[in-house]
Nanobody
Framework: HVQLVESGGGSVQAGGSLTLTCAAA?????MGWFRQVPGKERDVVAT???????AYADSVKGRFTISRDNAKSTLYLQMNNLELGDTAMYYC?????????????????WGQGTQVTVS
């Protein structure tokens, strides 16, 4: 089974940058980053397919960039110009299924999460 481990979270001031990394035992066609805050549903942030086609939530377009290195079995999320609303637990997800579009696929494999706090 795919195993995912996130890293790179931390505390940063608004306007700063962070890069999240997801180390995967195996990569899948659809992979993505999600985030969740207490009391709210988990929301998709960005997804990417095996060939590099990506999609983003409107709230992060122009600020975040998702990428992957299939040879290294690694997924990245570069976050620039961070805002207070970006504070959340960020999760790496794999094995998206059920749609031709990774952005609306259902993901069945999740990492433990890494906290991002913007102040």
């Amino acid at each position: 089974h795919v195993q995912l481990v996130e890293s790179g979270g931390g505390s940063v001031q608004a306007g700063g940058s962070l890069t999240l990394t997801c180390a995967a035992a195996n990569v899948t066609v659809c992979m993505g980053w999600f985030r969740q805050v207490p009391g709210k549903e988990r929301d998709v942030v960005a997804t990417i397919d095996y060939w590099g086609d990506s999609a983003y939530a409107d709230s992060v377009k122009g600020r975040f960039t998702i990428s992957r290195d299939n040879a290294k079995s690694t997924l990245y999320l570069q976050m620039n110009n961070l805002e207070l609303g970006d504070t959340a637990m960020y999760y790496c997800a794999a094995n998206g299924e059920g749609s031709m579009l990774c952005f609306v696929a259902q993901y069945g494999v999740w990492g433990q999460g890494t906290q991002v706090t913007v102040s």
